[in-house]
């Protein structure tokens, strides 16, 4: 509702002013009471100034549409920022000055008892500051003409001269220059922004369309399936299933080097808790087990064996990774995500290399955020809330051009077909494994055994296809009929290769059937039965290769128009 209805009934009007010595220091304040500008609860001004400082706002406001109030409270022992505060939150609090345009203005003054700890401020909106007067001059005006008549005790005199200053600054081609802020600042956020985010995700979808959109093929959950190409590996596969060699495609491959003897880990469950300053410990300090004496690497397949070139380089004579060799392990094997993907290419799945595509998208989807984000800087420093809901635009813009750029791998046709069937097989894997009792009993079934004909491969390619808890539960039923049949474990299979619980000496064993039994700790990355968290364990990979961090490391009420404070300013004085 609009503040200014000076044709109010005189009886009204009275009875508002008489009411305002009764209104108490805020904030928060009283509501505001409509046809008023002027509250002087801590009677400093004669009847005549008020009605003066009414008739001064009012003709502002009629010449410039900003919308001014003066309040005065008794506040002893404020200061000059706090006084300001109030003055701030006087302005939130009524809304003072026209919503859009957040052009009001408060003289607020806080009464102290003693000479010179009396406060005067002047605190404009962001539409006021950037229109009419900035804080500078804001603050000029208090030193000029408020404090030297305050000063005199001539406070009726300091708050006219206060408003006729502004008065002189407020001048009609001002108002212009903010209408024309405010329809630059509708037009960015009404028009600009919409734009932005339709033509940064439009040109996304379309590239995407272009150069990710896959061949559509009808799938049904009652399709079961034996197993993909010969030609599929479970690296590979998750290359099919992600579209693009992930972090996921490495935990993969490692964890099928270790199936073959070629690798074990050591102290998985404490990588999570690790510190790159922790001091070394060779009994807990996660760990991979290199065996370089493995014969006959010509049966790898071309990506495996680069990685296993790499990783016995990298650990030397001394054929066991840790700490800083340990670390590079992730950048090292880099490369092997690009073979990975040529390998998938290379088959007809995939029309062109992912990385490539993902990472153009990737890079421009950041880069408009980036600029997003610098728009919302600037808007909020103007203040401009256009500016800021077209960067924020922008950075949903980036967001989603992220989004598409990782669905840019484009299989062929084959590709397409090849992931169907993934998806069956995983499903058939997952059926299996579900009514199994042990791994024993998985490998035994006809449809899964064209792939796995082995407990270690079943493990890999339950890894690789994001079956993790199922591999859980039919190791933890193994162990368990193992228990039942013999009391104990004995003789029950265990991936050995993934290793057990910190300083449990597991590591260095290959997968099979356990000799005595096997007692598992109660680390991070187990569930403290008697089964570890394979699924934590297999996460862990994509860590271990990594450096860890360091251990040191309201709205506007009564007659004003809904304006506000925020991105405004001014300046304070005392008196």
Not at 216 to 234: F, H, N, R
Not at 416 to 436: I, P
Not at 558 to 574: E, Q
Request: proline share 6%; aromatic share 6%.
């Amino acid at each position: 509702m609009h503040r200014w209805t000076r044709a109010l009934p005189s009886a009204l009007g009275l009875l508002a002013l008489t009411a305002l010595p009764v209104l108490g220091a805020g904030p928060p304040f009283p509501d505001p009471v409509d046809g008023i500008a002027v509250y002087d609860t801590a009677d400093i001004f004669t009847p005549d100034t008020e009605a003066q400082l009414e008739s001064l706002i009012d003709e502002i406001e009629g010449r410039t549409g900003a919308e001014l109030a003066v309040y005065t409270q008794h506040d002893p022992d404020i200061s000059e920022d706090e006084n300001l505060a109030n003055a701030r939150a006087l302005i939130d609090q009524w809304g003072i000055g026209r919503s859009a345009f957040d052009d009001g203005l408060v003289l607020m003054v806080g009464l102290d008892p003693d000479p010179g700890e009396s406060r005067v401020s002047l605190y404009g909106g962001s539409g006021f500051i950037n229109a009419f007067a900035d804080e500078e001059t804001l603050t000029a005006i208090i030193d000029n003409d408020f404090v030297p008549a305050a000063r005199n005790g001539d406070l009726d005199g300091a708050a006219l001269r206060t408003i006729e200053a502004l008065d002189e600054l407020m001048r009609p081609e001002s108002q212009e220059r903010l209408e024309m802020m405010r329809i630059a600042n509708a037009g960015l956020g009404l028009i600009g922004a919409p734009l932005a985010l339709v033509a940064t995700l439009g040109l996304a979808w379309r590239k995407w369309r272009r150069d990710g959109d896959d061949p559509e093929l009808t799938d049904s959950p009652s399709i079961l399936m034996a197993g993909p190409p010969a030609e599929m590996t479970p690296p590979l596969a998750t290359v099919i299933r992600d579209g693009t060699a992930s972090q996921h495609s490495i935990n993969t491959l490692l964890a099928e080097l270790a199936s073959t003897g070629r690798l074990s880990f050591a102290n998985l469950d404490g990588v999570q808790g690790m510190k790159s300053d922790d001091d070394p410990d060779p009994l807990t300090d996660p760990a991979i087990e290199v065996n370089a004496e493995q014969p006959d690497d010509s049966r790898l397949p071309k990506p495996q064996l680069q990685a296993w070139n790499k990783l016995r380089a990298l650990a030397g004579g001394e054929g066991r990774l840790s700490r800083e060799r340990l670390w590079q392990v992730n950048a090292d094997l880099g490369t092997v995500r690009r073979t990975l993907e040529s390998e998938a290419v290379r088959l007809g799945w995939l029309r062109r290399l992912p990385g490539p595509s993902i990472t153009g998208m990737t890079v421009i989807g950041i880069g408009v955020a980036v600029v997003g984000g610098g728009v919302i800087l600037l808007g909020v420093a103007i203040p401009m809330s256009g500016a800021v809901m077209l960067g924020a635009a922008l950075v949903l813009g980036g967001i989603g051009t992220v989004g598409f750029g990782r669905a840019m791998s484009q299989r062929t046709q084959t590709g397409a077909y090849v992931d169907a069937m993934l998806t069956a097989y995983r499903r058939t894997l997952r059926k299996t494994m579900d009514q199994a009792r042990s791994m024993g009993e998985v490998i035994e079934q006809p449809e899964i055994a064209k792939l796995v004909d082995t407990p270690d491969k079943a493990v890999v390619w339950g890894l690789a296809l994001g079956l993790h808890d199922e591999v859980a539960a039919v190791l933890a039923r193994g162990l368990e009929s193992q228990r039942e049949a013999t009391g104990s474990t004995t003789g029950a299979y265990y991936p050995l290769w993934l290793g057990s619980s910190s300083g449990s000496g597991s590591s260095g064993f290959s997968s099979g059937d356990l000799a005595g039994g096997v007692s598992f700790g109660t680390g991070s990355g187990f569930s403290g039965s008697a089964m570890p968290d394979i699924g934590g364990m297999f996460d862990a990979l994509g860590s271990v290769g990594s450096t860890p961090p360091s251990s040191s490391s309201s709205s506007g009420g009564g007659g004003f128009s809904g304006g506000g404070g925020g991105g405004g300013g001014g300046g304070s004085g005392s008196f």
